[in-house]
């Protein structure tokens, strides 16, 4: 019969925790002893009776092995009505975080705040498939021996931990697919999936189904995409002769100066046939929008669509590919993709991009009332400076953070967007709210208005991942769950 373990450090404070025992089930048999003992202690044993009251209190401290992986999750309904998030511990599940639960009623779910975010499924569009766990050749941690050294045991600790991810990844891509398989696909289920990233060669078909462009209904996309695209080529026949005309010659040379200087770093929207490609997509939708027309940064908004639907017919690096390499139907079909989807989105941010602007306007108030909510110091810190939220986040609402970070990142970013009701128009708001407080250390550090503006105009995030958008989203939503009314001057209700 083994010892039960017991703490052997002394202190006078009282320890905090519940005397039962873990499994309830069994029975209470320090507290039979204890009950016990007081009856039938003789006279005089004060030190056994003084162990056994101790090592009653500090029962729970010996947790069995076996109920040591416990299950967090927060149950977002109840964060909105309270502002706190709520903690459920299951000690009987398995360690892995579950996923198939994320989305109870209309909300994802959420990462509790002092806990590292779980490593959500990675959707890099630009690498290629990770393997599974057999073909790595990854095998289960060996049983611990007196012998095994501290190396051997950490190496078997990240290969369990490699396993674990590769699961998760293998189910997440799982979920998709039979999504994706079904003749209708369920565009809430679709949507709660693709939250939390979309693997790379679902993301054309997903963005376009989510966009509004593609339906939903398998026998009904062929005919549809070939109408699309065969409307967007006849825009093109009918319109983008106009570009010399005088009424449109401003219109057109502004896109033209502007194409060259959309992401230069990028070898892609170098390339003559990619350029020529943008200036149409831009110029007709200009000409065919005439009450906001065409607005420095919208040139940006079009490169995260053509290089996702490029990447159906590219394999590797999207961004270094050698697209001479590819058929004119090829090119044709994915510039009336990018044209469609973009005008979708345009439709939702309007506002953003008519005189003066006044949508990116009042997101830009709304930001500053919210972070001094969020961190009043901050806020105190930037005025103190004269730093106005118009000189650094004007450009985060005019280009939706794409010149903050890589446009792999903005990638990952935009499966959120779309997944979220109203998610370049709203939720957007909270995830530069989150986005400026990440860097709220910092900020408070810097002493003047130059050395502010410097660090805000050249972000440290050229090195960000998947991982980095997954935490930056969800805290996002954890803040719109604190704040849901934060963007009601945009929303156009009082």
């Not at 940064?297 to 050698?322: C, S």
Request: some cysteine; glycine content about 4%.
């Amino acid at each position: 019969m083994s010892e039960t373990p017991t703490f052997w450090k002394k202190s006078n404070i009282k320890h905090p925790g519940s005397i039962k025992r873990v499994n309830s089930n069994e029975p209470d048999t320090q507290h039979m002893l204890k009950k016990n003992t007081r009856k039938t202690k003789p006279s005089g044993d004060d030190d056994e009776d003084k162990f056994v009251e101790f090592n009653n209190k500090t029962d729970d401290a010996w947790l069995d092995d076996s109920n040591t992986d416990l299950e967090f999750s927060i149950n977002p309904t109840e964060t909105v009505g309270t502002g706190l998030s709520k903690l459920n511990i299951h000690p009987s599940l398995p360690r892995d975080l579950k996923v198939s639960k994320h989305h109870q009623g209309s909300r994802p779910h959420l990462l509790p705040r002092q806990l590292s975010p779980p490593s959500y499924p990675t959707s890099d569009l630009y690498s290629p498939p990770r393997p599974t766990a057999s073909s790595a050749g990854l095998s289960s941690p060996p049983a611990s021996t007196n012998e095994g050294t501290a190396e051997s045991r950490h190496s078997a600790v990240r290969s369990n931990s490699d396993i674990s991810v590769m699961n998760k990844e293998d189910k997440h891509i799982a979920k998709f697919q039979e999504i994706l398989q079904s003749d209708c696909p369920d565009l809430e289920s679709l949507r709660k999936r693709t939250w939390f990233g979309c693997p790379s060669h679902h993301r054309p078909i997903v963005w376009q189904m989510l966009s509004g462009y593609l339906p939903p209904n398998v026998s009904r996309r062929s005919e549809t995409l070939d109408r699309k695209r065969g409307e967007y080529w006849r825009f093109v026949a009918q319109y983008f002769k106009t570009r010399h005309d005088a009424n449109f010659s401003s219109l057109y040379h502004q896109i033209h100066i502007d194409i060259p200087r959309t992401n230069p770093a990028i070898a892609l929207f170098q390339h003559q046939k990619v350029q020529e490609a943008f200036e149409r997509i831009l110029y007709i939708w200009a000409y065919r929008n005439p009450g906001s027309g065409y607005v420095q940064g919208i040139n940006d908004l079009v490169t995260p669509f053509y290089v996702v639907f490029l990447g159906q017919y590219v394999e590797g690096n999207v961004e270094t590919a050698d697209i001479s390499q590819l058929t004119d139907e090829t090119l044709a079909n994915t510039e009336a993709d990018t044209y469609w989807c973009l005008s979708k989105l345009l439709d939702n941010l309007h506002d953003n991009y008519t005189f003066a602007q006044p949508g990116i306007q009042m997101k830009v108030h709304d930001l500053r009332r919210l972070v001094n909510r969020m961190d009043g110091v901050l806020d105190a810190h930037l005025e103190r400076n004269v730093v106005e939220y118009l000189q650094f986040s004007f450009r985060w609402m005019n280009n939706l953070l794409m010149r903050e970070m890589p446009l792999r990142c903005t990638i990952r970013l935009w499966d959120t967007y779309m997944s979220e009701p109203n998610g370049f128009s709203h939720f957007h708001l909270y995830v530069c709210a989150k986005f400026l407080t990440k860097w709220a250390k910092v900020i408070k550090s810097l002493p003047d208005f130059q050395a502010i503006m410097l660090f805000l105009q050249s972000l440290p995030t050229s090195r960000w991942s998947d991982d980095d958008i997954a935490e930056l989203v969800s805290e996002a939503f954890q803040l719109k769950c604190l704040f849901p009314k934060a963007v009601t001057a945009v929303a156009g209700t009082t």
